[in-house]
Protein backbone atom coordinates (compact mmCIF):
# COMPACT_ATOMS: atom_id res chain seq x y z
CA UNK A 1 0.00 0.00 0.00
CA UNK A 2 2.56 2.50 0.88
CA UNK A 3 4.55 1.88 -2.09
CA UNK A 4 1.11 2.22 -4.44
CA UNK A 5 1.07 5.29 -2.14
CA UNK A 6 4.42 6.73 -2.81
CA UNK A 7 4.43 5.66 -6.69
CA UNK A 8 0.85 7.71 -6.85
CA UNK A 9 2.44 11.02 -5.91
CA UNK A 10 5.06 10.80 -8.16
CA UNK A 11 2.15 10.43 -11.32
CA UNK A 12 -0.99 12.11 -9.98
CA UNK A 13 -1.28 15.98 -9.50
CA UNK A 14 -1.56 16.57 -5.75
CA UNK A 15 -4.75 16.47 -3.83
CA UNK A 16 -6.66 19.62 -3.45
CA UNK A 17 -9.38 20.88 -0.61
CA UNK A 18 -11.73 23.43 -1.73
CA UNK A 19 -14.01 25.84 -0.21
CA UNK A 20 -16.62 26.83 -2.58
CA UNK A 21 -18.51 29.65 -1.01
CA UNK A 22 -21.28 31.69 -2.26
CA UNK A 23 -18.73 34.93 -2.13
CA UNK A 24 -15.22 33.20 -2.68
CA UNK A 25 -13.10 30.44 -3.62
CA UNK A 26 -10.54 28.72 -2.05
CA UNK A 27 -8.68 26.10 -2.80
CA UNK A 28 -5.36 24.24 -0.94
CA UNK A 29 -3.40 21.91 -2.80
CA UNK A 30 -0.75 19.78 -1.12
CA UNK A 31 3.08 21.13 -1.42
CA UNK A 32 1.23 24.35 -2.91
CA UNK A 33 -0.38 25.65 0.14
CA UNK A 34 -3.41 27.74 -0.96
CA UNK A 35 -3.34 28.43 -4.51
CA UNK A 36 -6.56 30.33 -5.00
CA UNK A 37 -8.71 33.00 -2.91
CA UNK A 38 -10.78 34.56 -5.55
CA UNK A 39 -14.55 35.57 -5.40
CA UNK A 40 -16.87 33.33 -7.24
CA UNK A 41 -17.50 35.32 -10.17
CA UNK A 42 -17.35 34.29 -13.32
CA UNK A 43 -17.68 37.15 -15.98
CA UNK A 44 -18.79 36.86 -19.89
CA UNK A 45 -18.01 38.70 -22.79
CA UNK A 46 -20.35 40.11 -25.48
CA UNK A 47 -21.37 36.54 -27.02
CA UNK A 48 -22.19 35.33 -23.38
CA UNK A 49 -18.73 33.13 -23.40
CA UNK A 50 -16.68 33.05 -20.57
CA UNK A 51 -14.19 35.98 -20.06
CA UNK A 52 -12.58 35.74 -17.11
CA UNK A 53 -13.12 34.37 -13.39
CA UNK A 54 -12.67 35.31 -9.98
CA UNK A 55 -10.70 38.69 -9.19
CA UNK A 56 -9.97 38.94 -13.13
CA UNK A 57 -13.46 39.53 -13.98
CA UNK A 58 -13.88 43.21 -15.07
CA UNK A 59 -16.64 45.41 -12.75
CA UNK A 60 -17.55 46.91 -15.81
CA UNK A 61 -18.65 43.32 -17.29
CA UNK A 62 -21.64 40.98 -17.19
CA UNK A 63 -20.81 38.81 -14.19
CA UNK A 64 -22.63 35.56 -12.88
CA UNK A 65 -22.17 33.55 -9.79
CA UNK A 66 -22.84 29.81 -10.11
CA UNK A 67 -23.89 29.76 -6.04
CA UNK A 68 -26.46 30.77 -3.78
CA UNK A 69 -27.37 30.59 -0.39
CA UNK A 70 -23.44 28.46 0.09
CA UNK A 71 -24.92 25.78 -2.30
CA UNK A 72 -23.92 25.35 -6.27
CA UNK A 73 -27.19 26.59 -8.35
CA UNK A 74 -25.24 26.36 -11.68
CA UNK A 75 -22.89 23.34 -11.80
CA UNK A 76 -21.81 24.17 -15.67
CA UNK A 77 -20.61 27.99 -14.58
CA UNK A 78 -19.36 26.11 -11.13
CA UNK A 79 -16.93 24.39 -13.31
CA UNK A 80 -16.21 27.09 -15.40
CA UNK A 81 -15.13 28.90 -12.34
CA UNK A 82 -13.56 25.69 -10.92
CA UNK A 83 -11.25 24.14 -14.09
CA UNK A 84 -8.54 27.21 -14.42
CA UNK A 85 -8.41 27.35 -10.76
CA UNK A 86 -7.87 23.46 -10.21
CA UNK A 87 -5.02 24.02 -12.80
CA UNK A 88 -3.12 26.34 -10.92
CA UNK A 89 -2.43 23.21 -8.57
CA UNK A 90 -0.91 20.54 -11.59
CA UNK A 91 2.51 19.43 -11.79
CA UNK A 92 2.02 17.22 -14.84
CA UNK A 93 0.78 14.65 -13.50
CA UNK A 94 -0.77 11.67 -15.85
CA UNK A 95 -3.87 11.59 -13.18
CA UNK A 96 -6.23 13.44 -12.28
CA UNK A 97 -6.37 15.38 -8.64
CA UNK A 98 -8.58 13.98 -6.13
CA UNK A 99 -10.31 16.75 -4.57
CA UNK A 100 -12.07 17.34 -0.99
CA UNK A 101 -15.20 19.66 -1.20
CA UNK A 102 -17.37 21.17 1.86
CA UNK A 103 -21.36 21.13 1.65
CA UNK A 104 -23.50 23.08 4.34
CA UNK A 105 -24.56 20.56 6.78
CA UNK A 106 -28.23 21.03 4.79
CA UNK A 107 -27.20 20.24 1.50
CA UNK A 108 -30.01 17.98 -0.25
CA UNK A 109 -29.08 15.78 -2.15
CA UNK A 110 -28.96 17.89 -5.71
CA UNK A 111 -26.83 20.25 -4.41
CA UNK A 112 -24.28 17.98 -3.58
CA UNK A 113 -24.55 16.02 -6.70
CA UNK A 114 -24.24 19.68 -8.10
CA UNK A 115 -20.94 20.19 -6.70
CA UNK A 116 -19.90 16.99 -7.44
CA UNK A 117 -20.21 17.13 -10.84
CA UNK A 118 -19.21 20.64 -11.10
CA UNK A 119 -15.79 19.66 -9.94
CA UNK A 120 -15.64 16.23 -11.96
CA UNK A 121 -15.87 18.58 -14.68
CA UNK A 122 -13.32 20.70 -13.94
CA UNK A 123 -10.92 18.47 -13.82
CA UNK A 124 -11.40 16.16 -10.75
CA UNK A 125 -10.45 12.44 -10.93
CA UNK A 126 -13.02 11.72 -7.69
CA UNK A 127 -14.67 13.68 -5.24
CA UNK A 128 -15.11 13.27 -1.57
CA UNK A 129 -17.86 15.48 0.01
CA UNK A 130 -17.65 16.41 3.76
CA UNK A 131 -19.83 18.50 5.92
CA UNK A 132 -18.62 22.32 6.26
CA UNK A 133 -18.86 22.92 10.04
CA UNK A 134 -16.80 20.16 10.28
CA UNK A 135 -13.79 21.70 8.37
CA UNK A 136 -14.02 24.82 9.95
CA UNK A 137 -14.19 23.64 13.66
CA UNK A 138 -10.77 22.23 12.62
CA UNK A 139 -9.25 25.37 11.27
CA UNK A 140 -10.75 26.97 14.38
CA UNK A 141 -8.69 25.02 16.74
CA UNK A 142 -11.08 23.09 18.09
CA UNK A 143 -10.25 19.61 19.49
CA UNK A 144 -12.92 17.60 17.33
CA UNK A 145 -11.92 14.44 19.20
CA UNK A 146 -13.49 15.40 22.53
CA UNK A 147 -15.33 13.66 24.43
CA UNK A 148 -17.05 16.79 25.51
CA UNK A 149 -19.35 18.60 23.10
CA UNK A 150 -18.20 21.76 21.36
CA UNK A 151 -20.36 24.57 18.87
CA UNK A 152 -19.18 25.84 15.88
CA UNK A 153 -21.09 28.96 14.10
CA UNK A 154 -20.09 29.12 10.34
CA UNK A 155 -22.00 32.47 9.28
CA UNK A 156 -20.72 32.83 5.64
CA UNK A 157 -21.83 34.78 2.90
CA UNK A 158 -24.76 33.03 2.03
CA UNK A 159 -25.51 30.56 4.75
CA UNK A 160 -25.68 30.46 8.81
CA UNK A 161 -24.50 26.69 9.53
CA UNK A 162 -23.91 25.48 13.17
CA UNK A 163 -23.22 22.30 14.84
CA UNK A 164 -22.47 20.15 17.86
CA UNK A 165 -18.98 18.43 17.64
CA UNK A 166 -18.51 15.77 19.86
CA UNK A 167 -15.89 12.76 19.50
CA UNK A 168 -15.03 13.48 15.63
CA UNK A 169 -18.56 13.68 15.09
CA UNK A 170 -21.39 16.02 14.39
CA UNK A 171 -24.07 15.05 16.79
CA UNK A 172 -26.80 17.93 15.66
CA UNK A 173 -26.63 20.84 13.48
CA UNK A 174 -28.72 23.26 11.75
CA UNK A 175 -28.62 25.59 8.94
CA UNK A 176 -30.32 29.04 7.91
CA UNK A 177 -30.12 30.08 4.31
CA UNK A 178 -29.42 33.65 5.25
CA UNK A 179 -26.08 35.23 6.19
CA UNK A 180 -23.79 38.45 5.25
CA UNK A 181 -25.11 38.29 1.22
CA UNK A 182 -28.69 39.21 2.70
CA UNK A 183 -27.43 41.73 4.84
CA UNK A 184 -25.94 43.87 1.83
CA UNK A 185 -29.35 42.89 -0.25
CA UNK A 186 -31.23 44.17 2.88
CA UNK A 187 -29.30 47.63 2.91
CA UNK A 188 -29.32 48.13 -1.20
CA UNK A 189 -33.11 46.93 -1.23
CA UNK A 190 -33.97 49.66 1.51
CA UNK A 191 -32.03 52.51 0.09
CA UNK A 192 -33.54 52.00 -3.19
CA UNK A 193 -36.57 52.08 -1.94
CA UNK A 194 -36.23 55.12 0.41
CA UNK A 195 -34.36 56.87 -1.65
CA UNK A 196 -34.63 55.40 -5.14
CA UNK A 197 -30.94 55.18 -5.21
CA UNK A 198 -29.01 51.60 -6.58
CA UNK A 199 -26.15 51.48 -4.33
CA UNK A 200 -23.01 50.03 -5.77
CA UNK A 201 -22.63 46.65 -4.26
CA UNK A 202 -19.39 47.44 -2.80
CA UNK A 203 -21.04 50.24 -0.87
CA UNK A 204 -23.85 47.45 0.64
CA UNK A 205 -21.06 45.63 1.86
CA UNK A 206 -18.80 48.78 3.19
CA UNK A 207 -21.57 49.69 5.53
CA UNK A 208 -22.79 46.41 6.48
CA UNK A 209 -19.23 45.65 7.87
CA UNK A 210 -18.81 49.05 9.35
CA UNK A 211 -22.11 48.81 11.49
CA UNK A 212 -22.85 45.09 11.62
CA UNK A 213 -24.69 45.00 14.76
CA UNK A 214 -23.42 47.99 16.67
CA UNK A 215 -25.96 50.32 17.85
CA UNK A 216 -24.25 52.88 19.99
CA UNK A 217 -23.29 55.00 17.15
CA UNK A 218 -25.37 57.64 14.78
CA UNK A 219 -23.58 58.70 11.97
CA UNK A 220 -23.92 59.52 8.45
CA UNK A 221 -22.16 57.67 5.50
CA UNK A 222 -21.55 59.09 1.94
CA UNK A 223 -23.13 55.99 -0.36
CA UNK A 224 -22.13 55.83 -4.10
CA UNK A 225 -24.92 54.72 -6.17
CA UNK A 226 -26.65 55.20 -9.62
CA UNK A 227 -29.60 57.71 -9.84
CA UNK A 228 -33.11 55.12 -10.49
CA UNK A 229 -34.69 58.03 -12.16
CA UNK A 230 -32.11 60.20 -14.38
CA UNK A 231 -28.93 56.88 -14.07
CA UNK A 232 -26.68 59.37 -13.38
CA UNK A 233 -24.10 58.16 -11.11
CA UNK A 234 -24.68 59.78 -7.31
CA UNK A 235 -23.47 60.34 -3.75
CA UNK A 236 -26.04 60.04 -0.92
CA UNK A 237 -25.84 60.23 2.83
CA UNK A 238 -27.49 57.30 4.83
CA UNK A 239 -27.77 57.33 8.36
CA UNK A 240 -27.20 54.40 10.74
CA UNK A 241 -30.66 54.57 12.21
CA UNK A 242 -31.79 53.74 8.23
CA UNK A 243 -29.23 50.85 8.24
CA UNK A 244 -30.10 49.43 11.59
CA UNK A 245 -33.78 48.86 10.07
CA UNK A 246 -32.27 47.01 7.11
CA UNK A 247 -29.92 45.06 9.00
CA UNK A 248 -32.13 44.02 11.87
CA UNK A 249 -34.67 41.60 10.58
CA UNK A 250 -31.65 39.36 9.05
CA UNK A 251 -29.29 39.87 12.63
CA UNK A 252 -33.00 38.43 14.16
CA UNK A 253 -33.02 35.40 12.14
CA UNK A 254 -29.99 34.63 12.56
CA UNK A 255 -29.61 34.75 16.48
CA UNK A 256 -32.88 33.71 16.79
CA UNK A 257 -32.09 30.51 14.87
CA UNK A 258 -28.81 29.68 16.94
CA UNK A 259 -31.10 30.34 20.16
CA UNK A 260 -33.61 27.84 18.83
CA UNK A 261 -31.15 25.33 17.53
CA UNK A 262 -29.14 25.63 21.38
CA UNK A 263 -32.90 25.08 22.98
CA UNK A 264 -33.19 21.97 20.61
CA UNK A 265 -29.98 20.05 22.29
CA UNK A 266 -30.49 17.32 24.69
CA UNK A 267 -29.77 18.36 28.42
CA UNK A 268 -26.64 16.60 28.74
CA UNK A 269 -25.12 18.18 25.16
CA UNK A 270 -26.53 22.00 26.17
CA UNK A 271 -24.33 21.59 29.27
CA UNK A 272 -21.49 20.62 27.75
CA UNK A 273 -21.81 23.60 25.36
CA UNK A 274 -22.90 25.88 28.04
CA UNK A 275 -19.18 24.72 29.84
CA UNK A 276 -17.24 24.69 25.90
CA UNK A 277 -19.12 28.33 24.64
CA UNK A 278 -19.64 29.08 21.00
CA UNK A 279 -16.89 29.15 18.26
CA UNK A 280 -17.74 31.57 15.83
CA UNK A 281 -15.99 31.59 11.99
CA UNK A 282 -16.62 32.85 8.62
CA UNK A 283 -17.21 36.58 7.35
CA UNK A 284 -19.76 37.27 9.25
CA UNK A 285 -17.94 36.28 12.94
CA UNK A 286 -15.76 39.82 12.18
CA UNK A 287 -18.97 41.88 11.99
CA UNK A 288 -18.69 44.18 14.57
CA UNK A 289 -21.15 43.73 17.91
CA UNK A 290 -22.35 40.73 16.26
CA UNK A 291 -20.30 38.33 18.88
CA UNK A 292 -21.43 40.34 21.51
CA UNK A 293 -25.18 40.13 20.17
CA UNK A 294 -25.39 36.24 19.79
CA UNK A 295 -23.25 36.02 23.95
CA UNK A 296 -26.45 38.35 25.31
CA UNK A 297 -29.17 36.76 23.46
CA UNK A 298 -28.15 33.26 23.77
CA UNK A 299 -26.15 33.67 27.29
CA UNK A 300 -23.29 31.43 26.84
CA UNK A 301 -19.50 32.70 26.38
CA UNK A 302 -18.93 33.72 21.95
CA UNK A 303 -15.60 33.81 20.96
CA UNK A 304 -14.38 34.16 17.45
CA UNK A 305 -11.69 31.99 15.74
CA UNK A 306 -8.42 33.26 14.76
CA UNK A 307 -8.84 33.64 11.20
CA UNK A 308 -12.06 33.42 10.95
CA UNK A 309 -12.57 33.98 6.86
CA UNK A 310 -9.70 30.93 6.52
CA UNK A 311 -11.20 28.76 9.13
CA UNK A 312 -12.65 25.63 6.49
CA UNK A 313 -9.70 25.85 4.04
CA UNK A 314 -7.44 25.77 7.06
CA UNK A 315 -9.21 23.21 8.49
CA UNK A 316 -9.86 21.36 5.29
CA UNK A 317 -5.73 21.42 4.37
CA UNK A 318 -5.65 19.50 8.41
CA UNK A 319 -8.43 16.98 6.93
CA UNK A 320 -6.57 16.71 3.55
CA UNK A 321 -3.43 15.94 4.87
CA UNK A 322 -4.60 13.14 7.27
CA UNK A 323 -6.99 11.55 4.52
CA UNK A 324 -5.25 7.78 3.32
CA UNK A 325 -7.65 8.11 0.41
CA UNK A 326 -10.98 9.25 -1.70
CA UNK A 327 -14.23 8.23 -2.22
CA UNK A 328 -16.38 9.42 -5.30
CA UNK A 329 -19.15 10.36 -4.77
Not at 258 to 282: D, H, K, M, N
Request: hydrophobic share 45%.
Amino acid sequence: MFILSGLRKLVADPDIAVDLGTANTRLYAEGYGIIANEPSLIGLDAKGKVAAVGRSVDARSRRISPLRAGVVVDAVAASQLLKPLLRRGRRFGIIKPRVMAFVPTDACDAERQRLCESLLQAGAATVLILPEPLAAAIGAGLDITSPYSQMIVDIGDGVTDMAVIRSSELIATFAVRAACSDMHFAVSSSIEHSRGVVIYPQEAERITCSVGALRNKHQTYSVRGCDGRSGNDCTISVATEEIYTALDPVLDLIVNSIRSFLRSLSPQVACEVIESGICLTGGGAKLPGLPELIASVVQLDTRVAHDPLLAVINGAKRMLSASAGFVAV
